[in-house]
């Protein structure tokens, strides 16, 4: 069993039919690295920065951010890096951050207050640091950077004005930056966005679906909350309409979309992703094998007629049930 995940490293991600399926990596720290080059994915889908804001008082500059891109970017070869700006907040609070530079505690209800792309907005100067550190490791290789904790199309554009501003700034000062400047996306990840998904869309370069917090906000369920987490389930139909909302407004336009929550992870949701049309998934590196290979015996004229079936579903037990019992070729 382990030789053959082992020889599945070398073979592509690819349908029966032939359709190739991009298979991409999670990171959260650089440790990571070896385990993603081993794993077969062709590039980090999400590179989370939120470690290098970890277990420190004082903020990295840009010299140290860009030494830790530079690390990734240089790991990967030529294949692509997709690097998520600062998602700070919520739940992911950072002791050295809070006091310094934003209370993001204070709020009432902190996964509804000051976090993601708000807080950098807010305070621009961290959002101008970490662009130019990625534009500046951009010439390096493949990079594309990520908008976390999204909203509404206004953000996007803000985030866009900074971007551009940052990069006349480096050309001005002499830093050779590609012509045409890596691509700016966003992650959808709250139902405002899924549902917004059209206008947010003329603003991005492409999407990555995430799937943990866009169950969370949709069902209004925290995970780590014990008393309510059986009501976590990223098969409610509530879930899954947003996500094909989302995917359809990309597909249109011709926009890249990945998905890359947990369930990018998961070989049994494979034929209802990509029967919804994503073609880019973005896991734990530690997935992918189990991922490829469940790729690999598909077809995606039955994923489509399966995607199709689950999405008439309303009875979330239903999907459950559907999913649980997909077989090759049953459709
Ligand atoms: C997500 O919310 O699905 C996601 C990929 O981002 P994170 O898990 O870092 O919040
Ligand atoms: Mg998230």
Same mark, same amino acid.
């Given at each position: ?15 029966t ?7 991409? $990596? ?30 420190r ?11 830790a ?7 990967m ?8 700006v ?11 951050? @809070? ?77 050779t ?14 139902? &405002? ?12 370069d ?6 943990n ?12 909350? $014990? ?15 947003? /996500?094909?909302?989302a ?13 890359? &929550?947990?369930?990018? &992870? ?16 973005s /896991?734990?590196? @530690? ?6 290979? $469940?790729?690999?015996a ?9 995607a ?5 579903? @309303? ?15 049953s459709?």
């Open positions: 069993e382990r030789t053959k995940l082992a020889k599945l490293r070398r073979l592509p991600a690819v349908t039919d032939g359709e190739l399926v991009e298979l991409q $990596a999670n990171l959260e720290i650089p440790a990571e690295l070896p385990l993603i080059a081993q794993s077969g994915a062709i590039g980090i889908g999400l590179l989370r920065t939120e470690f290098l804001f970890m277990g008082e004082d903020l990295p500059d840009e010299e140290a951010q860009l030494i891109y530079t690390q990734v970017v240089e790991a070869g030529g294949d692509p890096v997709t690097i998520r600062l998602d700070w907040g919520g739940e992911k609070d950072m002791q050295a951050l @809070s006091e310094g530079v934003a209370p993001t505690h204070s709020g009432p209800n902190p996964a509804l207050g000051l976090r993601g792309l708000r807080l950098l907005l807010k305070r621009p100067e961290l959002l101008e640091a970490q662009f130019a550190a990625i534009l500046r490791v951009s010439e390096r290789g493949k990079v594309r950077i990520l908008l976390p904790m999204v909203t509404n199309p206004s953000e996007v554009k803000a985030a866009r004005d900074i971007y551009e501003r940052v990069a006349r700034r480096l050309r001005r000062k002499g830093v930056l590609p012509e045409k400047l890596p691509e700016l996306g966003v992650m959808i990840e709250t139902p &405002g966005a899924a549902l917004a998904a059209d206008a947010i869309a003329l603003e991005a492409f999407f990555a679906i995430g799937t917090d866009l169950a969370m906000y949709t069902l209004a369920v925290d995970r780590a909350e $014990a008393e309510v987490s059986h009501l976590y389930d990223s098969l409610h139909p509530a879930v899954l309409r947003l /996500m094909q909302f995917t359809e407004a990309a597909l249109r336009l011709r926009m890249p979309v990945s998905v890359c &929550g947990e369930m990018a &992870g998961n070989p049994r949701l494979v034929p209802l992703l990509l029967g919804l049309g994503i073609r880019c998934l /896991m734990n590196a @530690s997935a992918i094998p189990r991922v490829k290979q $469940a790729v690999r598909l077809d995606i004229a039955d994923c489509a007629r399966f199709r079936r689950v999405m008439e579903q @309303s009875d979330p037990a239903r999907i459950h049930e559907l999913v649980l019992n997909f077989e090759t070729g459709e």
